[in-house]
Structure formats: structure tokens, C-alpha cells
T-cell receptor, first 115, second 113 residues
Framework: AQTVTQSQPEMSVQEAETVTLSCTYD???????LFWYKQPPSRQMILVIR??????QNATENRFSVNFQKAAKSFSLKISDSQLGDAAMYFC????????????FGDGTTLTVKP | KAGVTQTPRYLIKTRGQQVTLSCSPISGHRSVSWYQQTPGQGLQFLFE???????NKGNFPGRFSGRQFSNSRSEMNVSTLELGDSALYLC????????????FGPGTRLLVL
């Protein structure tokens, strides 16, 4: 079974600084997708960034970028120029290509942004 | 486009009762997945429906069931509620699943007393 591990239950960052959230996963599949989701307190889960395993290039979305190390099965999220609105629980998720709507989530990392 | 909607948003039930939760996906989306979120177990996949058929199923007891209608709206039902069923139930939709982004609803918070 696929597993997703987020080893940092909590992280904090100073406003305008950079922070990296870690995620590792275990799979024997070659066709899969990785995601980072953000869940602000009492608010809806939203997608931050998405990576296809077959793409070597790391995905970026404005201030958010990933470091995808396929051989090491590592998928970290870097948030640059952190803003107060980035404070949330961040989840790393894995989805096998053939498993359509089934995602496996890590336990989450709570990010605090200090003004 | 309107986002994923879930009703009701909050629910209080007692042990032994049953409950039905509803999810309306984004217009045009045919895949609907359900997840249970608890502080202890995190986010756990319940099941996924696509074109009215259950396509994937997680490791939950048979008390948890679901269905999808021809308009892609989905319901999940939990019978004989237990205290441990207290959770935030999230549904997520995508056009057809696979590697597509899943868009989540706000969730239904269920409290079982």
C-alpha cells in the first residue's frame, strides 16, 4: 500500500521568509501524481500545487514551488516570501494514475507565520 | 462555476442512528470522492463514484455506503452510528478522476453523541 509521510507536524516561519515542508512517499508505481493541499483553519481545502511523476521539471505556482526527487521519493514544498495568509495545515497527497479519485494523504504540517 | 457544495454543514446525531450526507460536485464533474478527516486518523479515503458506479473503495466497514445520481450528485450514508464516526466528511470532485485536481467541498462536520 502506498504511504505518505510528513515528518514535520508543525513549522513556523517569519513573514517574508522562506520555509520548506517535507514529504516522502512510498510506491512501486511509475504512473502517479503528487499534490500539496492547503487547509486554513475552519476553511476549505484547496490545491496549492500538482506534480506529474513523469515530468522531471519541478512544478511552480507563484511563491510556491516543489523539489521533486523521484528516486528518493521525496516531494517537498517551498514557500517563498511567506505571508500571513499562508498559515494553514498543509497536506501532501499521492494518487496512483490508475486509481482515479483515490488520494492518500500525509498527516499534515501546521504552518504558523509570524508577523 | 459554483464550487463543490455539501449539505448539511453540521450535524449532531446519537449512537445507533443513521445519517445521510450530500455532495454536489462542480458542474461537469463526474468523479466524486469521499474522505473522512479526524484528528487521530487524518484524511482517510472512503470511496469514489464515477458515472453512478463505485470505482474505488477504502477500508471502511459496510456501515458506510454511498451512491451517485445521474446528475453526478452523491450521497453517503452511515448506518448504526458509533462515537468514532464523529469527523469532518469531505467530498471532492473532478472531471473524470485520474491525475486531475480534486476540488474539495467545505465538509460536513458530524458529531455523534
Amino acid at each position: 500500500a502506498q504511504t505518505v509521510t510528513q515528518s514535520q507536524p508543525e513549522m513556523s516561519v517569519q513573514e517574508a521568509e522562506t520555509v520548506t515542508l517535507s514529504c516522502t512517499y512510498d510506491t512501486s508505481e511509475s504512473d502517479y501524481y503528487l499534490f500539496w493541499y492547503k487547509q486554513p483553519p475552519s476553511r476549505q481545502m484547496i490545491l496549492v500545487i500538482r506534480q506529474e511523476a513523469y515530468k522531471q521539471q519541478n512544478a511552480t505556482e507563484n511563491r510556491f514551488s516543489v523539489n521533486f526527487q523521484k528516486a528518493a521519493k521525496s516531494f517537498s514544498l517551498k514557500i517563498s516570501d511567506s505571508q500571513l495568509g499562508d498559515a494553514a495545515m498543509y497536506f501532501c497527497a499521492y494518487r496512483r494514475g490508475a486509481n482515479a479519485g483515490k488520494s492518500t494523504f500525509g498527516d499534515g504540517t501546521t504552518l504558523t507565520v509570524k508577523p | 462555476k459554483a464550487g463543490v457544495t455539501q449539505t448539511p454543514r453540521y450535524l449532531i446525531k446519537t449512537r445507533g442512528q443513521q445519517v445521510t450526507l450530500s455532495c454536489s460536485p462542480i458542474s461537469g464533474h463526474r468523479s466524486v470522492s469521499w474522505y473522512q478527516q479526524t484528528p487521530g486518523q487524518g484524511l482517510q479515503f472512503l470511496f469514489e463514484y464515477f458515472s453512478e458506479t463505485q470505482r474505488n473503495k477504502g477500508n471502511f466497514p459496510g456501515r458506510f455506503s454511498g451512491r451517485q445520481f445521474s446528475n453526478s450528485r452523491s450521497e453517503m450514508n452511515v448506518s448504526t452510528l458509533e462515537l468514532g464516526d464523529s469527523a469532518l466528511y469531505l467530498c471532492a470532485s473532478s472531471f473524470k478522476g485520474a491525475g486531475e485536481t480534486q476540488y474539495f467541498g467545505p465538509g460536513t462536520r458530524l458529531l455523534v453523541l
